[in-house]
């Protein structure tokens, strides 16, 4: 098997925090700045899995600059440098208690609660007979809590504002913001054949100035269809074909793991971390319209740690 980064466990100068997220280790800096770290650690139903994913931290890493760049005229974004594949440096803001995420179509957890009955999501109405992946009426946010540890929990608008997670004029900026990021997301999928199904952006603030944070569009956060006969699938009750984590979320639910109590990892040998590697690769130059160049230095996390230090 190829390399893959499970942790970093660096000491720079300067440093004055570290942070160990689900998929990035974060370390903090006196100058106001982070580096993270993007791992190969693969997380589901908010469990760490126990192998890591060789590239994916590299998929993911390049995939979060890319689109970060080509949003910085819509809001403020974190991002300055990516001195390696692996590694993000940028402002440290204070994070928003909430994940934004945003709908376009009936799919995963959305689809999850309407077929079993729901028909308000973070109080947000949904229409009678809808199908699973029929594309809405009209994309909805449906906002989550940030969990430190354990699940993220679906709440309202209402909610948020009135429990004081966010200020109501921010609360607002940020909606304006999702909208407007989705509707640039979408626009770049359908320029690769793809259609930005659903994703997450997360916000943070840095001298009173809003920032957006995090990855943007990457297959952890988002899902994409492929247009080319989307609606073929659809009127045949077919599954769509799709860019996203859900296969491995699907992998996980045939073998009897949804995250729940008791339930047991299942075992994921070789054979399987090389076939998620793969399509995580296959989700980068599909997204990207760019190949992937393979990372393979003889000792992947010297070169970060020297180029983290480079770079603060």
Same mark, same amino acid.
């Given at each position: ?84 594949? #692996?590694?993000? *440096?940028? !402002?440290?803001? &204070? ?9 376009? %179509?009936?799919? /995963? ?97 840095? #001298?009173?100035? *809003?920032? !957006?944070?995090? &990855? ?9 269809? %492929?247009?080319? /006969? ?83």
């Amino acid at each position: 098997m190829e390399q893959a980064i499970k942790e970093t466990n660096f000491r720079f100068d300067g440093q004055t925090d570290f942070y160990r997220g689900k998929v990035r280790d974060v370390y903090s800096f006196k100058n106001n700045k982070l580096a993270i770290v993007a791992t190969d650690r693969i997380s589901a139903f908010d469990v760490i899995l126990p192998r890591p994913i060789p590239y994916k931290g590299q998929v993911l890493n390049q995939i979060a600059a890319k689109f970060l760049k080509a949003v910085k005229d819509i809001v403020p974004v974190w991002l300055e440098n990516t001195p390696d594949p #692996n590694v993000a *440096i940028g !402002l440290k803001c &204070e994070p928003y208690p909430v994940e934004m995420v945003i709908r376009g %179509y009936l799919a /995963g957890h959305a689809w999850r609660e309407y077929r079993d009955g729901k028909r308000s999501i973070c109080g947000v109405s949904l229409p009678e007979g809808l199908k699973e992946n029929d594309k809405l009426p009209e994309p909805i946010i449906t906002p989550t809590t940030k969990a430190m540890e354990g699940h993220d929990e679906d709440i309202s608008r209402e909610e948020i504002i009135a429990q004081g997670l966010v200020k109501e004029v921010e609360y607002i900026a940020l909606e304006g913001y999702t909208k407007a990021l989705f509707k640039r997301g979408g626009k770049m999928a359908a320029e690769r054949g793809l259609i930005l199904v659903d994703t997450k952006y997360e916000f943070g603030r840095f #001298n009173d100035q *809003i920032y !957006l944070i995090d &990855e943007v569009h990457t297959p952890d956060s988002s899902r994409y269809f %492929y247009q080319n /006969g989307y609606e073929e699938r659809q009127k045949k009750g077919e599954k769509q074909k799709q860019l996203s984590k859900e296969f491995v979320r699907e992998w996980l639910i045939e073998h009897n793991f949804q995250g729940k109590t008791g339930q047991q990892i299942p075992e994921m040998n070789d054979e399987v971390i090389k076939s998620i590697s793969e399509r995580y690769i296959e989700l980068y130059e599909k997204v990207t319209g760019e190949p992937f160049d393979r990372q393979t230095p003889e000792n992947l996390l010297d070169q970060i740690e020297e180029r983290i230090s480079a770079s603060i």
